[in-house]
């Protein structure tokens, strides 16, 4: 069936240095790929998309690209703030149904 | 503004009790969705329902029901509630095809 991986956490970065979470996927046919953040206390929230493969979606100096051949949707951001601190989930939307299939999540925690 | 609304955010109970999850959104979405969430699981899917008298089971239904009277509301019901349920549940809803998912603050439920 269909399954979202990423890498364990937690992941601790110091402010302005790179980041890359890895994600890789399963899944038959050619789902959507999401990558949802949330903060401490708070829902998911959506933080990008791609819809096709070689699509790049970014928001917030994050971004990540749906790669068909490696079945991955890694994301990156060149600079990370205190304020990202959170915990990212990869996550793939079945191509025959409205539910999404979410990775384990992986917590960062940026420090001055 | 239209939005997703859970409660209560906080409910302690006893095992044995039966516990109502309220989940309320003002979207008008079709698609409304239960998670709950664990350490080293991410989200896990309880139930989901695609419109007003649709119901359907998801990956961790056993110990959950559903009901869907309105659009606007979802409820879940641990019909006796397990020390095992103690987790943090989610709501969420999305337009019918739509692919983001919205997300209500959660509820932090422990059963003692």
């Known amino acids: 069936g269909n399954s979202v991986t990423q890498m364990e956490g937690p992941v601790t970065l110091s402010e302005e240095a790179f980041l890359t979470i890895n994600c890789t996927y399963t899944a038959t046919g050619y789902p959507s790929l999401f990558w949802y953040v949330q903060y401490p206390g708070e829902g998911l929230q959506l933080l990008l998309k791609a819809t096709k493969a070689d699509d790049k979606g970014s928001n917030k100096g994050f971004e990540a690209t749906y790669r068909k051949e490696t079945t991955s949707f890694h994301l990156e951001k060149g600079s990370v703030q205190v304020s990202d601190s959170a915990v990212y989930f990869c996550?793939?939307?079945?191509?025959?149904?409205?539910?999404?299939?979410f990775g384990p999540g992986t917590s960062l925690s940026v420090i001055p | 503004d239209a939005e997703i609304t859970q409660s209560p955010r906080h409910k302690i109970t006893e095992t044995g009790r039966q516990v109502t999850l309220a989940c309320h959104q003002t979207w008008n979405h079709n698609n409304m969705f239960w998670y709950r969430q664990d350490l080293g699981h991410g989200l896990r899917l309880i139930h989901y329902s695609y419109g007003v008298q649709d119901t359907n089971k998801g990956e961790v239904s056993d110990g959950y029901s559903v009901s869907r009277s309105n659009t606007e509301d979802l409820p879940l019901t641990l019909e006796s509630a397990a020390s095992s349920q103690t987790s943090v549940y989610f709501c969420?809803?999305?337009?019918?095809?739509?692919?983001?998912?919205?997300f209500g603050p959660g509820t932090r439920l422990l059963v003692l």
């Open positions: 969420a809803s999305s337009r019918q095809g739509e692919e983001t998912q919205y």
């Open positions: 996550a793939l939307r079945d191509t025959s149904y409205d539910k999404v299939i």
